[in-house]
């Protein structure tokens, strides 16, 4: 484990010093360890979208009623519906694919940079450029990107909370952790990827980059996490079955009761698949289509931006939400907002935390 290895160690291992790697070592290790960065789902196309729409059970039984309806004759019906089922498609398509682009035009603004010495001189760098051996400079309030391992500290404080959930700040050391199985807690020497530097500063190697890092081990968890239904869409299934089985049952009374009076066999299959068509509830996916969009639309007016229209009546379900505070309702720090002189004159301070 690499807290148990002394700096010299570490050095040699990864054939690197204080003069940091070259540009060829770089480009060599780039190439065997890839970039910096942790898997995101690939982003589906318009089409995969569109046709994702289809995929509910309500639809179902609507494109059935499609048939019946040509099969009878009513054309003007059968069109109307796949009218509405079309509409339907096409606005949850450009909600979603909206939503989307959003969340990448997003991501794309937040960049961390990097302090690294190369071929001997202090540069910046992306974050998502730093490879195994890279030599880092860190000062206070800056992200670490990677898993490294310290070599030099001066009055080093770092923020855990992300990973550990502990609000207070862990001081930091140089020296090799002999124990094993140490925890992330009681890896004093080490500084891990999602972590923020409270205060000091410091020097440290590059030892494990993407999903090798703590932080990497964790997505790598929640992104193989299967996808459950919605709350709607389950209702929307469960109602689609009632409906069904509603019309299955009173569709072989009609028929038995047809047969009884002697009707003709193409009277009575016509008059089933009439009753068929008027059960199915055509409006139903428009209507939930609209109002979940104007949802979405309302909360995107406060900066909250939805992915998926099935989330909005997600949310609205919630009964009970458990959230850890730390990093996620605070910034575990304090944060000035006005400064009062002994002279009366006020200040208005801007920012968070320590920036």
């Given at each position: 484990m690499d807290y148990q290895k002394e700096i010299d160690e570490i050095e040699k291992e990864l054939d690197?010093?204080?003069?940091?790697?070259?540009?060829?070592?770089?480009?060599?290790?780039?190439?065997?360890?890839?970039?910096?960065?942790?898997?995101?789902?690939?982003?589906?196309?318009?089409?995969?979208?569109?046709?994702?729409?289809?995929?509910?059970?309500?639809?179902f039984l609507l494109f059935l009623a499609i048939v019946f309806s040509f099969l009878v004759g009513e054309t003007f019906d059968a069109f109307a519906i796949l009218f509405i089922i079309l509409l339907d498609a096409i606005m949850g398509c450009y909600q979603e694919n909206k939503a989307n682009n959003t969340m990448d035009s997003l991501l794309s603004l937040v960049v961390d940079k990097t302090k690294v010495i190369r071929d001997g001189k202090e540069m910046e760098i992306d974050s998502s450029d730093l490879t195994i051996g890279d030599y880092v400079l860190f000062d206070s309030g800056e992200k670490i990107t990677a898993d490294l391992r310290l070599v030099k500290t001066d009055h080093l404080l770092v923020d855990e909370s992300t990973l550990t959930g502990e609000s207070v700040s862990v001081r930091k050391q140089i020296e090799a952790i002999k124990k094993e199985n140490c925890s992330i807690l009681e890896q004093k020497n080490m500084l891990f990827a999602g972590t923020t530097v409270v205060s000091g500063r410091g020097e440290a190697i590059v030892v494990k980059i993407g999903l090798d890092t703590e932080l990497g081990k964790i997505a790598k968890h929640l992104h193989n996490t299967k996808e459950e239904k919605s709350p709607l869409t389950i209702r929307v299934s469960k109602f689609s079955k009632q409906i069904s089985l509603f019309v299955l049952i009173i569709g072989i009374l009609i028929a038995f009761f047809l047969f009884i009076k002697e009707v003709e066999y193409h009277e009575i299959f016509l008059s089933v698949i009439a009753l068929s068509v008027s059960a199915m509830p055509e409006g139903l996916p428009l209507a939930l289509t609209m109002a979940l969009t104007i949802a979405s639309s309302k909360m995107s007016k406060k900066q909250v931006v939805v992915r998926k229209l099935n989330s909005v009546e997600s949310l609205g379900s919630c009964t009970v939400i458990a959230s850890d505070k730390t990093g996620t309702l605070t910034v575990n720090s304090q944060t000035a907002k006005k400064i009062i002189l002994p002279n009366g004159m006020e200040y208005q301070v801007t920012g968070e935390g320590y920036k």
């Open positions: 690197t010093n204080a003069s940091g790697l070259s540009s060829k070592q770089v480009e060599e290790r780039q190439e065997k360890y890839g970039k910096n960065k942790l898997p995101k789902k690939k982003k589906p196309s318009i089409l995969l979208l569109f046709f994702k729409q289809f995929i509910d059970p309500i639809l």
